[in-house]
């Protein structure tokens, strides 16, 4: 049809990227962020890695790897290998990076900012506030020592992500994308057909 | 239960590669060994127990043969009303223990021990605990893991949470996991054990094979530990373990709590080297001041021979 051009949306996370690394081994204790709102955000981040150390000084050796200036797949490699995601996105109007820490067995600590609630709940990852530098910090050092503890070792909260992450599918974006296109091509057919009479 | 007394082979209790060794000399009451044990009748990776005695007398192998049938734990719960009650936690399963006879014995020896054991066993790898300590229920399991996963690897250490006179004064073993500490993120090398002594060996699993190639043989027995030398035994073995190429990592998971006390007395038999040794008198397993770093130097310097040299503390001060 002419003038309808269906693009293909990104909001499905590509499951042939963001994987799950093979060997439990693989998971470094680090946590990874990418604070890329700006220069207020990318402060808030650091008052919370800053206050992190603070609150924990037993966990002085945990590493955060900022995730910038990097391709897709770098992007999703780095994900991949650290064991936690900090999320501090606060006007995300989605929020994709913590559905592609999900798909890589990455566990989530951060903001659920307004646009995330659609599928951030208590199961699949460590929610705090918006924008509360000290609760996060505070949580960020719980979800770690649970990790240290063997406590997130189990297949359950893997499971718990893929149950998230079956909504968000590549394939499932395009099938319901090319559905609403049709439905709108029908409503204006008929639209059209009704002129006619 | 399954106690087998004075004899070493055998000792496959199950399908296990894995043999974790205790050394005990007195059972100072009940509540020692019943959370060590709890530890290790709970993990979800089973292991096989070796206990070395190092002179316990028949009334303490029977409190030892009874706690390892149920092993608890006391700990306190707080009810609806507010009211704190004592709650006592048994271990799932009971532990199946062998019982070798061994002399009073030093760290290395007992190290040593178990590692001759090891091998006549055909385990792939063992471990070392104290009686005092406890062990986290997952982690032989994860540690197993990582073994399978890194072939290359010898030694996995377990993150240790170190409780000193009760309280916790941090971790142990995370060093080679901090920013620019290691050359490979998680593995201790040379620059690292130089700089710091700080890998612990309780709780690590430890590669028979990668071991014994490193390990001085004497009349059918390897000595991977060097016995002549005290207090830093396990720091000149990790020495020189690395200085040969033997890779060691910590496994990012607490598996491990580590408890020592100021004490009065000191035994040898530990690698728990308490803070105020050079305070205990030497009739009572104290080391001087000079005689700790002599060591410790000692360590520095012996990592290069694979050879036990005995060196000993008064020769070297006579000599120096």
Not at chain 1, 85 to 111: K, Q, S
Not at chain 2, 89 to 96: F, V
Not at chain 2, 189 to 212: Q, S, T
């Amino acid at each position: 049809m002419p003038g309808l051009y269906v693009k293909q949306f990104k909001q499905g996370i590509n499951r042939d990227i963001f994987k799950v690394s093979k060997k439990k081994s693989d998971k470094l204790p680090m946590v990874a962020f990418s604070a890329s709102r700006g220069p207020e955000n990318k402060l808030k981040t650091y008052n919370i890695i800053k206050t992190f150390y603070a609150f924990y000084p037993h966990l002085k050796w945990v590493r955060f790897q900022e995730l910038e200036g990097m391709d897709r797949e770098q992007f999703a490699e780095r994900l991949s290998s650290c064991a936690f995601y900090l999320y501090t996105d606060d006007i995300a109007g989605f929020g994709t990076a913590p559905l592609e820490a999900m798909a890589c067995g990455t566990h989530n600590v951060g903001w659920a900012s307004f646009g995330g609630k659609e599928y951030m709940t208590k199961e699949n990852g460590f929610w705090c506030n918006n924008g509360d530098i000290f609760q996060t910090a505070e949580i960020l050092g719980v979800a770690i020592d649970k990790w240290l503890n063997g406590e997130m070792d189990n297949d359950e909260i893997q499971n718990e992500y893929e149950k998230t992450l079956s909504r968000y599918t590549v394939d499932g974006e395009k099938e319901n994308i090319i559905k609403l296109l049709n439905e709108y091509k029908d409503e204006r057919i008929k639209e059209l057909e009704s002129f006619k009479k | 239960m399954n106690t087998k007394m004075k004899e070493s082979k055998n000792l496959k209790a199950s399908k296990s590669n894995i043999l974790v060794g205790l050394y005990l000399d007195q059972i100072k009451h009940e509540g020692q060994i019943n959370e060590c044990l709890f530890g290790l009748a709970n993990q979800a990776y089973p292991v096989d127990v070796v206990i070395l005695d190092g002179g316990l007398s028949d009334a303490e192998v029977e409190v030892l043969m009874k706690t390892a049938q149920c092993p608890s734990i006391k700990t306190v719960k707080t009810d609806q009303d507010g009211k704190i009650n004592e709650v006592i936690i048994k271990a799932e399963n009971g532990i199946d223990i062998n019982i070798i006879k061994t002399t009073k014995s030093s760290f290395s020896k007992i190290f040593n021990d178990l590692f001759n054991l090891s091998i006549e066993n055909g385990y792939e790898a063992f471990s070392i605990a104290e009686v005092d300590d406890a062990i986290g229920s997952n982690w032989y399991k994860i540690a197993n893991i990582y073994m399978k996963e890194n072939e290359e690897v010898g030694f996995f250490l377990p993150m240790i949470r170190n409780f000193q006179n009760g309280s916790l004064s941090g971790l142990m073993n995370e060093a080679c996991w901090a920013e620019g500490i290691s050359e490979e993120a998680g593995k201790f090398d040379m620059n690292l054990l130089l700089r710091f002594n700080c890998a612990n060996p309780l709780g690590g699993i430890y590669r028979v094979e990668h071991l014994k190639e490193y390990s001085e043989e004497k009349g059918g027995r390897f000595y991977p530990m060097k016995e002549s030398i005290k207090i830093s035994h396990y720091y000149e073995f990790f020495l020189r373990m690395v200085y040969n190429d033997i890779k060691m990592m910590t496994v990012p998971r607490i598996g491990y709590d580590f408890r020592i006390n100021n004490m009065n007395e000191f035994s040898h038999s530990s690698s728990k080297i308490p803070n105020n040794i050079t305070a205990i008198p030497i009739d009572k397993g104290g080391v001087n001041v000079q005689e700790t770093s002599f060591w410790v130097e000692l360590a520095k310097k012996e990592y290069f021979f694979d050879e036990d040299r005995n060196k000993v503390y008064e020769q070297q001060s006579q000599n120096s």
